[in-house]
């Protein structure tokens, strides 16, 4: 029998006390797709990183055609004549096609920008690209991007193929005619791995497919005896139990009405497509969806940081009886209606607090319109941080610590604690666990209780299922920036939503 | 009139050369993402050390060489600025320290040193009064020997010495080497997107610190050109003035583009002197007039943003440090 193309024998990678891949086997045979599944955060970049030379394996072998290999940077990685696609393309915006093609190649000879044009017809025709080699990188599309990209591992002779998410970022007609090349190429006899997460793309283009699950290799499957269902179950696995409490709501009311909300980005891609729901009083409504599905984009849309295109954003006022549209309002506009709504963004040093300075600084950023003439009022910042270094037990040597010196948990529960203080009636938090370790999750479970308690509208956006499961009422899943599901937490079961978040671009189809 | 405009086309290709040195060592350096600010300082080490180099041999024999009388003050000038650049990409490239404050502060030092040995040398020697290197200088402004027989043209465009000539030559061959050459396309890739080079097996630190070099010994040359040709082996303190930032202004004129900073530097070059062409002028007016070349700059700046044409920006990373393990 004819060796693979490439196989991955016992390979285990560690970050620290972090196993990010533990002992994984698998291989791909010449003219054979592959597909690599599983959730973020499973190991499936770090472990093709590993075969494309940015990392080096801790433990473990790697076989080229039968015989080992030690693959110590990307350039081993060429000679070996494998090439990666990223997700993020590495071209340079002001040269042409055929210069990022050449780029860092030695050829003998003269350069000639003409010949390898040439060439790069030449590749094209035979797989079938449409691609001029003479444009611009900036004018171009972001599928010729990945055209370019796919061409100039080709180009240097490249006989395994590594795709890292290829079709995150593409329409479902341009998805069609990546598929239709990758074909073509494996039709040539080459080895292609694909990374994804998108079950349907994997039943539909791959031959076989290996699934991870958090850093662990959970086994391989020919693609024509599987299905969705039991491949969303290697996927998310068996639920675990984390005991986190959870009250009932108590009197939920409609706080928040989300109406066929729709935000674009320049290139007029959507990124929310027709989002409707509805963020209640004492309830926490979670988010799940792959990264990128649209999460940030909604949060940062409700909070007025993205301009909406259409649909409206109600927030109803108790009190008042007042609704009032939040669209395309600034954040100083909201607040100045009276609505009082709390962010913790993902990014939490670049978005939520500011590194350098210190944590009654940091608290200043919401209150420094006050206090009067030209002096800021400094007292009620100063109380505000000792009090939630009090209350929330942060570690620090003192109030006036840059917060960039706290842990990851400690700068959250200052983030958290100042969003917290101005009594909010919804509190948005976006990945507020994400590098905490399990106390200080555990902590931030309890101030989002708290707040659900005090019946403010919680929108907690997570990737953990587990935790989902436990500490939301309702959730919300999003994929490919619209709707896919709002199922009630208690009752949901994990592989229902796994299925639902990668659901993403079939509405339609 | 003929002969005043030719004269002036003359002059203003004198006054371009040390910018047209500078321009082109400042593009260089800055096409591999270094924004250089220390060029001015630069080209007053490439003055000063060819001035002390040609003072030494000049001191240290009764019949000086033509050929050492040339070869000393270059090598010197050359090795001295690259030496300063050399600073400049450590810590800019290795130590990652802010481009604009090194580039500042560089300038600074070299002022200072070149108006130090400029002030001093003499006395170091015993002697008073102020440095004339006449030998040395006339070797400098040696002119094509058949100039003088092609009548005014010949004395517009041929009565140069050798520098003048050998600025042209490096821009229109660097011209090439950044558009035409497998080292050209590396080295725009440095400058626009160091990841993207890396990734692609390029040695970034090497093409910041090579270019970044050759231009500051191209740059430097145009110091040795004003001391040794157009002031004839002398010094005087700050008679350099401000034409290292007109050259760091020309880069942008010339949309960092060699081919195109020839005729930028001698645009700039005559305006800087045409005060003087102009009859009738009170001094006021001549400061003002001075300013022109400032005025343009800021002019094309704001056009070129303005337009936004990709190919006629900076590089994407100019100014930044690159580090390959933050993402």
């Known amino acids: ?509 | 009139m003929l002969s005043t405009i030719l004269s002036f086309i003359s002059a203003a290709i004198i006054q371009g050369i040390p910018l047209l040195y500078g321009a082109v060592g400042e593009i260089i350096t800055e096409k591999s993402g270094n924004l250089n600010l220390g060029i001015p300082g630069i080209m007053y080490i490439g003055g000063i050390s060819g001035i002390v180099g040609g003072f030494i041999y000049e001191h240290s024999t009764s019949s000086p060489n033509a050929a050492l009388c040339i070869l000393i003050p270059l090598l010197s000038c050359l090795v001295c600025s690259a030496f300063m650049a050399l600073i400049y990409s450590f810590l800019t490239v290795t130590l990652r320290a802010n481009q604009n404050v090194t580039g500042l502060a560089l300038t600074t030092f070299g002022v200072g040193v070149g108006n130090f040995f400029g002030g001093s040398l003499k006395s170091f020697f015993g002697e008073s009064g102020s440095i004339s290197l006449l030998t040395t200088g006339n070797y400098y402004k040696t002119k094509l020997p058949f100039a003088g027989s092609l009548g005014a043209f010949g004395d517009a465009f041929l009565s140069f010495g050798f520098l003048a000539y050998l600025a042209i030559i490096i821009a229109i061959v660097a011209s090439l080497v950044i558009n035409k050459t497998r080292v050209g396309l590396n080295l725009r890739a440095v400058g626009e997107n160091p990841a993207t080079a890396d990734a692609a097996g390029i040695n970034v630190t090497k093409y910041k610190y090579v270019a970044t070099c050759a231009g500051g010994a191209i740059a430097g040359l145009g110091g040795l050109y004003f001391v040794m040709d157009y002031i004839a082996g002398a010094w005087t303190n700050d008679g350099f003035g401000d034409r290292g930032w007109l050259a760091i202004a020309i880069v942008i004129f010339a949309l960092w583009r060699p081919n195109l900073s020839v005729l930028c530097s001698f645009i700039f070059g005559g305006l800087y002197i045409i005060c003087t062409y102009i009859p009738g002028l009170s001094s006021a007016s001549k400061e003002l007039i001075k300013m022109l070349p400032y005025v343009v700059t800021i002019i094309v700046l704001v056009v070129i943003s303005a337009r936004k044409r990709r190919e006629n920006q900076p590089p994407a990373h100019l100014g930044l440090s690159y580090f390959r393990e933050e993402r």
Not at chain 1, 265 to 293: H, P, Y
């Open chain 1, 1 to 509: 029998m004819a060796s693979a193309a490439i196989e991955l024998r016992g390979i285990t990678k560690r970050f620290g006390s972090v196993v990010a891949n533990n002992n994984i086997s698998l291989f791909v045979n010449k003219g054979e797709i592959l597909s690599l599944l599983g959730e973020n955060g499973s190991g499936k970049t770090t472990l093709m990183n590993m075969i494309s030379g940015i990392y080096h394996p801790d433990e473990g072998e790697i076989f080229i055609n039968g015989s080992p290999v030690a693959i110590s940077s990307p350039h081993d990685a060429f000679d070996y004549k494998i090439g990666m696609i990223h997700q993020h393309f590495k071209l340079v915006d002001v040269f042409t096609a055929a210069e990022n093609i050449v780029l860092g190649l030695n050829e003998r000879g003269r350069f000639d920008i003409d010949k390898v044009s040439s060439r790069v017809a030449e590749i094209s025709a035979k797989y079938g690209f449409e691609i001029d080699p003479r444009k611009k990188i900036y004018r171009m599309s972001v599928s010729e991007k990945q055209t370019v990209e796919i061409i100039k591992v080709l180009y240097r002779g490249a006989d395994i193929l590594i795709l890292d998410e290829p079709t995150a970022v593409l329409t479902p007609q341009e998805t069609q005619k990546l598929f239709a090349v990758l074909r073509r190429m494996r039709d040539d006899g080459k080895a292609i791995i694909i990374i994804t997460h998108k079950l349907h793309e994997v039943l539909a283009l791959s031959d076989r497919v290996s699934v991870l699950r958090r850093g662990e290799y959970v086994g391989t499957l020919k693609t024509a005896d599987t299905n969705e269902m039991e491949l969303t179950e290697m996927m998310v696995g068996r639920k675990v139990s984390l005991n986190i409490s959870r009250a009932e709501p108590v009197d939920p009311k409609d706080r928040l009405v989300v109406n066929n909300l729709c935000v674009t980005n320049r290139d007029g891609v959507k990124l929310l497509d027709d989002v409707t729901f509805t963020a209640r009083s004492g309830e926490i409504l979670g988010i799940a969806g792959i990264a990128g599905s649209g999460q940030r984009e909604l949060l940062e849309a409700i909070a007025g940081l993205k301009s909406v295109s259409s649909g409206e954003l109600v927030y109803n006022d108790f009190k008042t009886g007042n609704s009032e549209n939040l669209r395309n309002k600034t954040p100083i506009q909201i607040r100045d209606l009276g609505v009082r709504l709390s962010f913790v963004p993902e990014d939490r040093l670049g978005m939520g607090l500011v590194g350098s300075m210190d944590i009654i600084d940091n608290m200043m950023l919401r209150s420094y319109r006050r206090g009067n003439g030209v002096f800021v009022e400094r007292r009620e910042p100063r109380e505000l941080a000792d009090r939630i270094i009090e209350q929330l037990s942060v570690v620090t040597p003192s109030a006036t610590t840059p917060v960039r010196r706290l842990s990851g948990g400690n700068v959250q529960k200052v983030l958290v604690g100042r969003e917290i203080s101005s009594a909010p009636t919804v509190l948005m938090a976006a990945y507020p666990v994400r590098g905490l370790d399990i106390n200080s999750s555990y902590t931030i479970y309890n101030l989002l209780n708290e707040q659900k308690a005090r019946g403010v509208a919680v929108i907690f956006v997570g990737e953990d299922l587990d935790v989902l499961l436990e500490l939301c009422d309702r959730i919300l899943v999003l994929g490919g920036g619209r709707v896919t599901g709002i199922v009630d937490a208690r009752t949901a079961k994990k592989e229902q939503i796994g299925l639902l978040m990668t659901k993403h671009g079939e509405v339609e189809q």
